[in-house]
């Protein structure tokens, strides 16, 4: 990991993020890795029956009292938002129709976004290049936390209000760490977002769309699915700044717990990850597989906030 500094409690490196140098060495030695790269001919219509199944829902919830619309929010919605999150985000990799179909993947990105009530595709796929291509990069990658929520969120009240917190810390903290541009792509994931908002509203009433809003809010911050975010980056193991989770919760977040294989080669869609891990490259993977609820305990004062390789030195490419 190169020479190491102390900033607080960040673990700072000198070094670039080290995902693509060991894909370099493993397609190096396991060139039939390639044969697994490439769209998953079953997301779109998997992301297509969870969009229709959320336009359902609006329409059962129109009658229910307000603490059921956020209890189903909650229960229902909000696993099949977190669900949707993780399948844009394969979308973010064009795995839905392929590299030279990037159009048609933003666009049904935008699709996929329909259940959320506010936009995110766009602006997510924007960010998320970055946080592959500079890893912990100071400044770079907006899905490391900033200095002050590292030096707030000490004490195991705060981390817990932290992780309640966490959709706005996702959405706000690339607007003061590096701000972009608006792009025409968010304008039109913004405008067809609030359209179907509006017809939800003008043809249902208030609720279906306040039951969106929430199971998306609800689902990024508490909730047992969410416990992906803070399993992939934060330093459980000294030296290690990806980790792997295998259970049964890949089941219904597209494996997303394959974190360090993803990292390695985004280009392979969640449904082909577990080829890699079960074949040839096993052991490579082994040192990084933690159980998922064991990183999540706001109790131990050895795992916070600051808990993240940070690379002072990542260039910009």
């Known amino acids: 990991m190169g020479n190491r500094v102390t900033r607080g409690d960040f673990e700072w ?19 039939t890795i390639k044969s697994l790269m490439g769209p998953d001919p079953h997301l779109k ?17 129109k009658a229910l009292s307000w603490k059921w619309i956020f209890f189903w929010a909650y229960a229902f919605g909000g696993c099949i938002n977190h669900s949707m999150a993780l399948a844009i ?45 500079y890893l912990g990069g100071d400044t770079l990658d907006v899905d490391v936390p900033t200095d002050f929520e590292g030096w707030f969120f000490c004490t195991p009240f705060r981390k817990f209000i932290w992780l ?36 939800i509203y003008y043809l249902w009433g208030l609720k279906p769309v306040i039951y969106l809003i929430a199971g998306t809010l609800l689902c990024m911050g508490l909730h047992p699915i969410a416990g992906h975010f803070i399993a992939e ?6 030296g290690y700044e990806t980790y792997s989770y295998y259970g049964p919760l890949n089941w219904i977040t597209f494996n997303a717990g394959y974190h360090m ?44 906030v600051w808990g993240r390789v940070t690379h002072r030195q990542c260039k910009r490419v």
């Open 13 to 31: 490196v000198y070094t670039e993020q080290p995902h693509t140098q060991r894909r370099r060495e493993i397609l190096a030695k396991y060139p």
């Open 45 to 61: 219509w998997i992301v297509s029956g969870m969009v229709l199944t959320q336009l359902l829902a609006c329409y059962l919830v």
């Open 89 to 133: 985000h394969d979308i973010s990799h064009n795995v839905a129709f392929g590299n030279k179909q990037a159009k048609w993947n933003r666009w049904f990105a935008v699709f996929a976004n329909l259940p959320f009530g506010l936009p995110y595709s766009a602006s997510f796929k924007k960010y998320h290049i970055d946080h592959h291509r």
């Open 164 to 199: 309640i917190l966490q959709p706005f810390f996702y959405s706000l903290r690339p607007l003061y760490v590096n701000p972009k541009a608006v792009t025409q792509m968010e304008i039109f994931n913004a405008l067809v977002q609030f359209s179907i908002d509006f017809i």
């Open 233 to 238: 980056h934060y330093m459980f193991l000294k």
């Open 261 to 304: 294989e993803h990292h390695d080669f985004p280009s392979i869609p969640g449904c082909k990850l577990s080829l890699i891990w079960n074949g040839l490259l096993k052991h490579i993977f082994q040192t990084a597989k933690r159980p998922l609820w064991e990183k999540i305990e706001v109790k131990d004062p050895k795992m916070g």
